[in-house]
């Protein structure tokens, strides 16, 4: 994958009109609305906002670029970088004909779970892929259980082979942390720990909404 492949595949964050996030989109996505006035570009510096529509974000880049050369490169931007000029990608992007407010509820999948729970085995605390973990339902389903935030966690297959078909108690298996449904998006809440995505933040209240990935 070539470095403007990597960075048009960038998540941004998407505000409707009245600057509540709605979604979160690929940068080539992202460029799409700019481009066709569908959104604006927020920059996001020092706690203050400024939106850019595709012509003003082409010169901001061009600034951001040059002063980038003459000190050894941009690490708060990635690049998409064409014949003509080098585009910084945007990290927020606002609607400006959207106004609906996405669902507050986190639906409850396979993602979502593993996101809450940091791909981390609820009963060894270790970290595995995605691929070496899989779903288990503290109260076993063949004693009563259900599918639910309070009864999935992430299990290694270690784990899961030895917890078999008993509760935490009888296999003597304690959880690491009790299982919630959570507030807002999990997936969100893992995105915006990596720093390239704090500008996020100040956009984020995670009492009040959750966003839906797309």
């Known amino acids: 994958?070539?470095?403007?492949?990597?960075?048009?595949?960038?998540?941004?964050?998407?505000?409707?009109?009245?600057?509540?996030?709605?979604?979160?989109?690929?940068?080539?996505?992202?460029?799409?609305?700019?481009?066709?006035?569908?959104?604006?570009?927020?920059?996001?510096?020092?706690?203050?906002?400024?939106?850019?529509?595709?012509?003003?974000?082409?010169?901001?880049?061009?600034?951001?670029?040059?002063?980038?050369?003459?000190?050894?490169?941009?690490?708060?931007?990635?690049?998409?970088?064409?014949?003509?000029?080098?585009?910084a990608v945007p990290r927020v992007i606002r609607l400006l004909h959207y106004d609906r407010v996405p669902r507050r509820e986190a639906k409850l999948n396979r993602r979502n779970i593993f996101a809450r729970d940091h791909n981390c085995c609820q009963y060894c605390g270790k970290a595995f892929s995605t691929q070496e973990l899989s779903l288990d339902h503290v109260v076993p389903r063949t004693q009563g259980g259900g599918s639910s935030w309070k009864n999935l966690v992430c299990c290694c297959v270690r784990c899961n082979s030895r917890k078999g078909g008993r509760t935490p108690a009888q296999a003597n298996m304690p959880l690491i942390r009790e299982p919630r449904k959570p507030p807002y998006h999990p997936v969100l809440a893992v995105r915006i720990g990596h720093k390239k995505y704090e500008s996020w933040k100040a956009f984020l209240d995670q009492a009040y909404w959750s966003v839906e990935l797309k």
Do not use: C
Request: proline residues 1%; positive net charge; charged residues 20%.
């Open 1 to 87: 994958m070539t470095a403007a492949s990597s960075a048009l595949n960038s998540h941004v964050l998407v505000l409707n009109k009245l600057w509540v996030a709605v979604r979160v989109v690929d940068a080539r996505r992202a460029f799409s609305m700019v481009a066709r006035d569908m959104a604006q570009v927020i920059q996001v510096d020092d706690g203050s906002y400024r939106a850019h529509d595709f012509s003003d974000w082409t010169q901001v880049s061009q600034a951001r670029a040059q002063h980038a050369q003459q000190h050894g490169g941009d690490p708060s931007h990635e690049w998409v970088r064409t014949v003509r000029l080098n585009l």
